[in-house]
Each structure stands twice: as structure tokens, then as C-alpha cells.
């Protein structure tokens, strides 16, 4: 079974400035997808950014890039520019490749344990 | 506008009753999820459903009970085997095929046991 750790259960940074916020995972597949969710205080899931496994270029939605590691089964998430609406707990998350999804139980989601980020004006 | 609607947002229950948490979408997607949230564990999978009328324990199923009866609905029933069933609750669904590949959140339902 796949599993995704977060190490960090809480980070901080000065607004402006830049944070990583890091993930790990296990898997014996070779093709998958990750995620970086953010749940507000309100508790709304919001997908942040994705990665395709098969893509060896780092996803970037504007002030969000990860640094995929394939080989290191790492996904970290760097914010740049932090903005004090970034703040939010930061999930990462594993999801096994849509050729999967005739298999039972390839569609989950699996979820880290999540990053508490602050950001201080 | 789709999306995905959760009811109720707030649920109060006392120890012993059984409560059903409502999941609709009008996403036309096929697969649906339940999800808990306790602090400091993240995320974890109660129960899934692939397609209508066929439904899958995921890693805390005990307690839970589901039903697939519709594409658009998905309601979950905590019951009084439940033995800590205070937390947030959060449904999602995926479409299949998509080519985005990420789950669409509810906002959840928050049930406190008094």
C-alpha cells in the first residue's frame, strides 16, 4: 500500500518570503500522480498544484513550484512571495495513474498527515 | 454552477444514535469518497464507490455505513458502533478518465457526539 509522510507538522514564514514545505512517499508503481491540496480555515479542500509522474518537468501554478523527485520519492511544495492568504494546512497526496482505474481501489486518494503554515505580516 | 454539497454542516448527536451525513454532486462523476479528518492525522478513507451500487471499505470503515443507490448521491451513516465518531467529515468525488486526476471536495460536515 502506498503511503505519504509529511515531516513538518508546522512551518512559518515572513510575508514575502519563500518556504518549502516537504513530502515523501512509498510506492512500487511507476506511474502516479501527486498533489498539493490546501484547506483554508473555512475547510474547503483546494487543489493547489499536480504532478504526473511521467513528467520529469516540475509543475509551477504562478507563486507554487514542487520539486519532484522521482527516484527519491520526494515532492516538496515551495511558495514564493508568501502572501498572509497563503496560510492554511498543506496536504500532500497520492494517486495511482488513470491506466489504473479499472483495478479496485486505484482511484484513492492518499493523504500525508498535513503542514500547519503561519505567515507572519 | 457543479460541485459537491455536504449536509448538514454542523451535526450534534447524543452517544448511542445514528446520524446520516448527506453527500450530493452534480458532477457527473462516477466515483465518490468519504473522508474523516481528526487533528494532526490528516485525511483518512471511510468508505468509496466506484460506481452505483457497489461501494468499498476503505482503511477505517468500522462504525460506517454507506449506499450508492444514485450517480449523484452518496450518504454516509455513522453509527452508534462508532466508537469516536466526533470529527470533520469531508466527501469527494472523480470523475473517471478525468484528465486533471485530482479529487472535488465538499466543505465538509463537522459532528460532535455529546
Not at chain 1, 504562478?62 to 527519491?72: G, H, I, M, P
Not at chain 2, 481528526?38 to 468508505?47: A, M, S
Request: aromatic share 12%; glycine share 8%.
Amino acid at each position: 500500500a502506498q503511503t505519504v509522510t509529511q515531516s513538518q507538522p508546522e512551518m512559518s514564514v515572513q510575508e514575502a518570503e519563500t518556504v518549502t514545505l516537504s513530502c515523501t512517499y512509498d510506492t512500487s508503481e511507476s506511474d502516479y500522480y501527486l498533489f498539493w491540496y490546501k484547506q483554508p480555515p473555512s475547510r474547503q479542500m483546494i487543489l493547489v498544484i499536480r504532478q504526473e509522474a511521467y513528467k520529469q518537468q516540475n509543475a509551477t501554478e504562478n507563486r507554487f513550484s514542487v520539486n519532484f523527485q522521482k527516484a527519491a520519492k520526494s515532492f516538496s511544495l515551495k511558495i514564493s512571495d508568501s502572501q498572509l492568504g497563503d496560510a492554511a494546512m498543506y496536504f500532500c497526496a497520492y494517486r495511482s495513474a488513470p491506466f489504473l482505474e479499472g483495478i479496485q481501489g486505484a482511484q484513492k486518494l492518499v493523504f500525508g498527515q498535513g503542514t500547519r503554515l503561519t505567515i507572519n505580516p | 454552477d457543479g460541485g459537491i454539497t455536504q449536509s448538514p454542516k454542523y451535526l450534534f448527536r447524543k452517544e448511542g444514535q445514528n446520524v446520516t451525513l448527506s453527500c450530493e454532486q452534480n458532477l457527473n462523476h462516477d466515483a465518490m469518497y468519504w473522508y474523516r479528518q481528526d487533528p494532526g492525522q490528516g485525511l483518512r478513507l471511510i468508505y468509496y464507490s466506484q460506481i452505483v451500487n457497489d461501494f468499498q471499505k476503505g482503511d477505517i470503515a468500522e462504525g460506517y455505513s454507506v449506499s450508492r443507490e444514485k450517480k449523484e448521491s452518496f450518504p454516509l451513516t455513522v453509527t452508534s458502533a462508532q466508537k469516536n465518531p466526533t470529527a470533520f467529515y469531508l466527501c469527494a468525488s472523480l470523475g473517471r478518465g478525468g484528465l486533471t486526476g485530482e479529487l472535488f471536495f465538499g466543505e465538509g460536515s463537522r459532528l460532535t457526539v455529546l
